[in-house]
């Protein structure tokens, strides 16, 4: 449209200028002068256009180069974010298969103690057993059999009892177990131990799904026995077992308090993988020093 609207502009100019001429200027020389001062500014118009063309072009094809830029800039950004993204769920997932082999191993040590216990424990009563064989005590025949009989109800050793009570509930014995800890919290309720087979009976109940007396087992974990190494633990099963009674907003509270005092233990990691898929993540993060962590 521009190219038609420029000959037309040319063709005014060379009326006008005819007109304007005086008389005299109609002689044929005149006219040859206007139709060559006509041709050439026609000339000059048609390169400037031509030039404007190319420009455009130029300026067109820029403009392609750079969109194309920007969409493969924007495709590596979102590969970027997909790896990203994978690679963070990588970790979190070898995070947690961490955890549960390191407490598998704990557990294993356990029971391991607790065969080596009652091993040890079967000698010293055969050992025993062939001193009163040889040199009977006062008040008995030379068999080891008392001659005023008494039964009297005697507490099992503390570590036996403890190791026995932990290798049932590995074995999934869950029953005896449950028992064997009662007793122990029964006969030493002060011993370094006693948190612990506060919170296993917590476990046997989270394992049974009865979720409301677990969570009061390992208050009594948290409460009665604060600072004990199961207390991130605690914490950890208690959020659990809020979340599995449909206690959402509990839940959450209690992993982030386990986030905040042991950021750095196995159990907040996986209080933060429980975090991100219930979309709820924001937890304080002070690093400190983990907490020693004995069976």
Known sequence: MKKSIIPATLALLGMTLFVASPAQAGTKEQLIQ???TVEILQANMARMQQTLDERMGAMKDLMTQQSDSISKMSSSVQNLQKTLSEQTTD??????????????LHDSVDELKARLAQTTRQLND?????????NPPAGQTPGGIPVNPQPQAQAPPADALYNSALGDFNGGKNDLSAQEFAQYLQFYPNTDRAGNAQFYLGELDFRRGNYQAAIADYNKVLDQYPGGNKDAGAHLKKGFALLELGQRDAGVKELRALITRYPRSPEAAQARDRLNKLGAAGAASNPAKPSPRHL
């Open 34 to 36: 206007l139709q060559t």
């Open 91 to 104: 970790a979190t997932s070898k995070v947690d298969q961490l955890s549960g082999q390191v407490q598998a």
């Open 126 to 134: 055969i050992q025993g057993a062939l001193q009163n064989i040889n």
